[in-house]
Each structure stands twice: as structure tokens, then as C-alpha cells.
RNA sequence: UCCUCGGUAGCUCAAUUGGUAGAGCGAGCGGCUGUUAACCGCUAGGUUCGGGGUUCAAGUCCCUGCCGAGGAGCCA
């Protein structure tokens, strides 16, 4: 009686009888042996097999395999330290479920382009599989930690009658004769909640047509977004580093082997500890100035004060610390309308980002909400949004304001911080960027 | 939108000053009983991104179009 086995949970029955149901990942032959590479999903093993048991047919017929025809295969498992792995199966026989010729995705070097337009199939290979493994552990990671302080999940509408931040980045679409555009945030809604369950987060795709072509940058990307009732910009910033810890942690623990496939320097991650380090944007200006003068060649450091950070910029504040860094009470002209002022100096808000380290930039942007009706009205006026579609959002000043604050984190970003990697694209099964819309 | 670079075999790339279009991988065939992106031998595989131009001669130089990559700005 042969037993259904994932390769993850091959410890439990080593020296019985099996079968793998699986893709063929490789194959190597040696005259009258042939090593096949199946992997299933949950791993990759070794299954061997000699043409003096297995009968000529089913050996020649296994050795025409093409990589990644999917098979079924049947044998004894065992230990064995020369298998990648540490486990082989010895093969009794295969039943073969789908051909697969001329597969795309060989085992030497491919270009970006040609990858990203067999995403479909680039997903199987071993480096796409951790990522993605990865990132299935961060989203559980979010969703535990806030589920576990008593947050409810409220998810915010896709399709929006206007503008949360204003500005020329939404994408239009058709809605019954009127104009609809794809959400760039689910805040302003997550507010509403907040006022029903006092702390909630959404989660879901946020979409922003900025004509941006750099690796920090998809015109699809996944957003958390917590949002608390009561909470100020240091219960924000607590919230925000303690999360972070918290899934960095969790991902240590539980995706060791990803992490190894993709060769992160693990040090790195067992830094991010809270506190992490705040300082004002004043604070970052004097940094920024000081690099200057004592790095006067240097090309692309030039900053004003007053000016947001630029890429470059945000690496040269982050690069003195060796885990994330949240920057706070930036200028007000630069930040969105909804952020409540500084007391005392009305020319900043309750604003911050975190930076990730190694140049990974910002990963978290996030502030105390506006909670007076008059002053966020007047806000309304100053930024010339149209006061018509934001009288839902201020009836949470009418009936019953309170102060609250939430943040908004880049999943992609932060996963690609974690893993380590270069480019954003790799950090979401099939991205959306301003030159790739398919597969 | 701007700047820089690129487009040659299915893939990754090479081709000297403008002078016969090449290799590795993959594919096909053959060999090998412990391989680790296996290895060894043979074979097939090309409208050099499109259009125009200069020249005895263009993958190579010029003009133009298309596509892509890296970066900037903008942002999470």
C-alpha cells in the first residue's frame, strides 16, 4: 500500500513505502542510473533509479522526461547524505501525468525580461519559491500580531469617487457612465472603523499610475493598514516598531531555509530589535547637510531644507543605524492634508516614515489624524480638494472626534527588505509595473 | 517626463580598424551504475528588432521608429 507523501514531512516516514506526486525539477544520468529531481511543492527530492530493477521501458521512457512533466512516483524512502536533502527515494515506478517539452526556464542564466514574461513558470524555480514563502509568512505574521492585540479587520473599498491625497496618480475607470478611480489607500475608511471597532487595519492591492521606473516602485502593491481611536503619534510609532519586530522575528524562526536559499545575511535580521531609533526631520537635515560638506563631490546629495528625502537621501540618514529608523514631525507643505499639526511648531505634522536599513528605504508611512472639523476643513480648502466628497470624512469630526493615528506599510517593500533582495518585482507573484501588465 | 545603456541561435552572450556569423547552456542522437546547474562525443539550429541611408563591402557607421533595462523625479 503505497502512502501520499509531501516531501516537508519526509522525516516521518523514512524507510517506508511511498509516492510523490510532483514536477520533475532536473534530471542526471550515469549509464544504467538515473537521478530524478522531483519536487512537490513543499520541497525537492532525489529519486533514484536503476535500469536493472526498474525494466529498460520505464527506465528509457524516465530519461526522455522533459524538466517539468509532472509524474507521480512510487518507491522506498530513505536516508541518504549524498541526495540533496538528505533523503532519496529508490524508484519501483512512475506514472506520468503530463508531458512537458522544450520547457522555457533552463538551469543556466536567463535575462529579466525573459523571466518576467514567464512569470507563470519562473514561479517554480527554487529562489521565486522562497520568496513567495516568505511572504506568505509576513502576511500571516501582520495578520497574527493584530489579530492577537485585538484589531479587527475592516477592508476599504477598491473602486473610490475621488482622490484621498489628491494629486494627478490615480487610475480611471469606467463606473456606470461615471468615473470611478483604483483606491491608492484605504485610510480615510480604515478612519471610519476605527470610530466603529477602535482599532482596525485593512489590507489589501492599492494602486498608484505614477510613472515610475525604479525597483522601488509597482503600480500594484499591497498595503497594511492599521488605524486606532485614541492613539497619538508616539502610540503610533510604538505600534508600528513593535510589528515590525515582531515579523522580522517570526520569519527568523520559521523561514530559515528561505532565507538561506537566498542567502541573507541572517546578522542583519537579528539586529531589528526595538526601540528602534527616532529622530526629527530637522534632525535628518542637519545629517544631510553635514554629509554634504564633508562629501563635497558627491553627486545627487544636494538637499534643501524643507524638501522631502530623496532616495539617495534617505540612504545616507539610515546608513549610521543598524536597524529601522523612524523619522518624524516632517514639514507640513509636504505631507498630506489629513495630518494633525504639531502643537508646538504648526509648521510640522505628527507625521512619520520608517526606513528600513541597508538602503532599503521607506517602508512605513504614518501620522496622527486632523480631529478638529474646522481645521480640517480648512485643510480641505488649502489643498483645493472638493469639499463635496470629503462630508463623509468629516462627519467622523462631527459626531464623536477623537484623536487617532494609523500607518500605512508597503508589503513588497518590506518583504524585499527581509529577504534581502534587489528588486520589488520579485516580491509579488505577477506585478504591475509601467511596462509589464502581462503574463 | 528626463538622462544613460542595450536589442545577434530557444536562452545567456561573443564577433579586433567596416572584410567568411561563433561559444556555452537548452534540444536531438550516442556513451557512462552515485550524479549534485553531472560529464564526454556528434548533429540540427540565424530575415543580427523594423524602416531608410553611406560604402566595393554593414551585426559593426549615420538617420528614424519600436521594444526593453538601469537611474532621476514622484512615492509605500
Redesign the pocket.
Known sequence: MKKRVYIADFSDHVGEEIEVAGWLY?Q??????L?L?VRDGTGIV?A?M???EVGDELFEQAK?L??ESSLIVSGALRK?D???GGY?M?VSGIEIVGTS????I?????????L?DHRHLWLRSKRQHAILRIRHEVIAGFRDFLNGRGFINLDTPIFTPNAA?G?T?LFETDYFNAKAYLAQTGQLYAEAGAKAHGKVYCFGPTF?A??????????E?W?LEPEVAYMDLEGDMELAEDMIEDVVSRVLDRRAEELKLLERDIGKLENIKTPFPRITYEKCCDILEKYKTEHPDED?VEFERG??F???H?SIIAESYDRPLMVHRFPAE?K?FYMKRAPEDESKVLGF?MLAPEGY?????GSQREDDYDTLLKRINEHNLPVEAFQWYLDLRRYGTTSSAGF???L??TITWICGIH??REAIPFPR?M??LNP
Open positions: 532536473n542526471r544520468s550515469s549509464g544504467k542510473i537521478f529531481l532525489q533514484v536503476s535500469k536493472k526522455a522533459g524538466q541518504d549524498r541526495a540533496p532519496e529508490w517539452i522544450d520547457y522555457p533552463s538551469p543556466k542564466e536567463h535575462g529579466t525580461t525573459f518576467m491625497e494629486s496618480t498608484r505614477e510613472k515610475s521606473k525604479t525597483r522601488r516602485h509597482l503600480t502593491f498595503m545627487g524638501e522631502d530623496g532616495a539617495r534617505e509636504i498630506a516614515d528605504g521607506e517602508i512605513i508611512g500605512g506599510l508597503g513588497e517593500r528588486h520589488l509595473m511596462y509589464r
